[in-house]
């Protein structure tokens, strides 16, 4: 599921960077946690820093401005809500880590297509951690552990900065995954880390992972 929506940005004075700040929201509804990202992208300045928030979502489907209804959910009592970040369905529910990544890409010399990368390196990277080989899927955005997909991203830029994020699946159930196509894939299989040994839980991998994104953000 990829990913981005660009729009242009007011022109602003440029600002040292710093490091991101990680904000720790527990849960969240999702709609209230997509207008916040919203209202921060419009209302940031060239000195806001930048912040990756780490939460977890009741049960939602959330599709992106690409969504199309054949993918949807055949017949569910979970709520899906369209979304202005690019790509198809997705599911969102407890047990998944999921760190949204509000980042001034203009700022840090960043393309969306570099971002998307920086983020997909984080995952492979904590689960290579963890003893798990995960690894990228040629035009499918997102991490995959053979064949399988245990981490879904997707981005939306506007004014130069991006929000929305990634959703690590760790210890969640995945049937809500069967009644959609994943992403936009029919028959996609999805996996979590608790399927894999990983025995670190969802507040555990969702800080690691948001240390990792701040890291990578920061080498450059």
């Known amino acids: 599921m990829l990913a981005y929506v660009h729009a242009g940005r007011r022109g602003a004075a440029p600002a040292a960077r710093s490091a991101p700040v990680v904000r720790h929201l527990g849960f969240a ?8 990202m919203r209202r921060f992208t419009a209302e940031r300045t060239a000195a806001t820093p930048d912040e990756l928030w780490v939460l977890q979502h009741p049960p939602v489907y959330t599709a992106g401005i690409a ?6 959910p055949r017949t569910s009592p979970i709520a899906l809500v369209r979304a202005d970040r690019g790509g198809q369905i997705t599911y969102h529910g407890p047990g998944q880590a999921i760190v949204y990544t509000l980042v001034d890409l203009e700022r840090r010399g960043l393309t969306v297509r570099a971002m998307v990368a920086l983020i997909e390196d ?5 689960l290579a951690e963890r003893g798990v080989a995960a690894g990228r899927t040629p035009g499918a955005p ?11 991203l997707g981005l939306r830029v506007r004014r130069g900065g991006c929000y929305h994020g990634v959703a690590l699946n760790v210890d969640m159930d995945l049937a809500p995954f069967s009644d959609i196509d994943p992403c936009g894939y029919p028959g996609l299989k999805v996996t979590q880390t608790s399927a894999l040994g990983v025995r670190d ?3 555990a991998l969702g800080g690691a992972l948001a240390r990792r994104i701040a890291d990578l953000l920061e080498s450059r």
């Open 122 to 126: 984080a995952v492979i990277g904590l």
């Open 29 to 36: 509804e999702y709609a209230e946690t997509y207008s916040a």
């Open 201 to 203: 839980g969802v507040e």
């Open 142 to 152: 997102g991490v995959y552990v053979a064949g399988a997909k245990i981490a879904a």
């Open 67 to 72: 969504g199309r209804p054949e993918h949807f």
